[in-house]
């Protein structure tokens, strides 16, 4: 959940309907700002005014430039119309038809507005304008904090999460005492049929699997970041990987992982790659995390924005500690988003492993925080945070909406039939089986 810093950034869901009667429907925005009509108008030097329509101006340049899909200056203009007589109360038909007419009126606008209540126009008229744009919601103005809580939950940082604290435990206590800590708590949390244990329970778990790591908990102390994945041995022939999220130290993770088992025999040679529940992430790092897979310099996935599509190659080569692994399951649910709907993807085109669960989400967005040069408070600084590219799937369809779908869906009263058929009668047969049927045990 992301803090607002001010309340000016206010939380909505609304729909633009262009070509179908065109509207807005806007909760309390209505009621932020007083009408126009009652008003009392102020003068104020129109120099002023302008620090507001440069701020505007700026933000135009940027989705025009930017955004993944092309808008012409009728549809731009259309949508400011839209939100001001949303904001204001004021009908203006068609006495704005281009960009001047635009500018002209919000400062006309300005002008109207008390000095208080100029920065909260401009930036409600801002950020709906940026919310109204399709896929509806993604794209927003950024303040401070919100910049600041989206580094967070990339790096995947809890900046209210004490593990040692969880875990009653010392910053320097040794991995023994973290170990029996955790023991000792989870047998006691699982004899309570509560649901603050469970939440407890769940806070302890991943306590532990970032402080009982060596690698996680350094990074942990460093910065503050939680593992991105988490792994264990199913059997004697399973090797399963849990992917949550893609943070700038998935890769590094990947390496880190992979290895903890090279000790083992041939006999392990079955991978399950979970990435049920994955929300996605940094998505920079996806030319390196599926290098190790399928190979450097391969054509692994594309981009498009604003009719130009863009393919993107792999900058890492395969990876020795997974050669070991013939027979490979990829786990993918209705909530897997993002980034892991485009690792799913290309490991599907690749063949690395069987695709089994069910159709991703369909968020196929790539976004970005764009500074802003023109600044309208001395207080607080603003960004936007743009949709700027969609991604496309491995048969060039676009992922948003569409989601990528599996070789083996779970939902076909068959599935496990096909899924010995592709893998035989083997140890990951019955892993991944139990994988669906225990979806809590992960």
């Known amino acids: 959940m992301l803090k607002k810093k001010s309340s000016l950034i206010i939380a909505i869901v609304f729909s633009l309907l262009v070509g179908v009667g065109g509207g807005l429907l806007l909760s309390h925005y209505q009621d932020r700002l007083p009408l126009i009509a009652n008003l009392i108008k102020q003068d104020s030097k129109q120099n002023e005014d302008n620090v507001y329509l440069a701020f505007l101006q700026e933000l135009r340049q940027i989705i025009l430039e930017n955004y993944w899909d092309t808008i012409n200056e009728t549809q731009f203009v259309k949508l400011h119309v839209l939100v001001l007589e949303q904001i204001t109360g004021t009908t203006f038909g068609d006495a704005i038809e281009n960009f001047t007419d635009l500018d002209q009126q919000i400062l006309e606008l300005l002008k109207d507005y008390p000095e208080e209540l100029k920065q909260e126009f401009t930036v409600q008229l801002a ?8 896929p509806f919601g993604r794209s927003r103005l950024y303040s401070q904090q919100l910049e600041d809580d989206l580094a967070e939950r990339v790096n995947n940082i809890d900046p ?11 910053k320097d206590a040794t991995s023994e005492e973290i170990s029996q800590a955790f023991v000792e708590q989870e047998a006691i949390l699982e004899k309570e049929n509560t649901p603050e244990a469970a939440a407890q329970l769940a806070e302890i778990r991943q306590a532990y699997q970032t402080l009982a790591n060596e690698e996680n908990r350094q990074r942990y102390d460093e910065a503050g970041v939680n593992p991105s994945m988490e792994w264990r041995l199913l059997n004697s022939a399973v090797f399963y990987v849990h992917i949550k999220q893609f943070t700038p130290n998935t890769v590094q993770e990947l390496l880190e992982v992979s290895q903890k088992v090279d000790d083992r025999g041939e006999e392990l040679d079955s991978l399950i790659l979970d990435l049920r529940g994955n929300i996605g992430g940094a998505i920079d790092g996806l030319p390196y995390f599926l290098g190790p897979f399928i190979g450097q310099n391969q054509y692994a996935y594309q981009f498009v924005q604003q009719g ?6 792999t900058r890492s080569s395969y990876l020795p500690s997974l050669a070991r692994y013939k027979k490979v399951a990829i786990l993918i649910d209705e909530q897997v988003q993002s980034t892991a709907e485009v690792m799913a993807s290309v490991l599907k085109k690749y063949n690395v492993g069987v695709l089994i669960g069910t159709n991703t989400m369909g968020w196929g967005t790539v976004e970005r925080v764009f500074p802003l040069e023109k600044q309208i408070s001395e207080s607080e600084r603003y960004s936007v945070f743009l949709v700027h590219h969609l991604t496309l799937r491995e048969d060039g369809v676009i992922i948003e909406g569409n989601g990528v779908a599996p070789v083996i869906n779970t939902q ?7 899924l010995a058929s592709y893998f035989g009668d083997s140890a990951i047969v019955s892993a991944v089986t139990e994988q669906f049927a225990f979806p809590e045990a992960n």
């Open 127 to 134: 950020d709906l304008v940026l919310t109204n744009l399709e």
């Open 160 to 170: 209210e999460a004490d593990h040692y604290q969880s875990l009653n435990v010392a």
């Open 308 to 313: 130009k599509i863009t393919d993107y190659k």
């Open 412 to 418: 076909d009263v068959a599935w496990q039939r096909r």
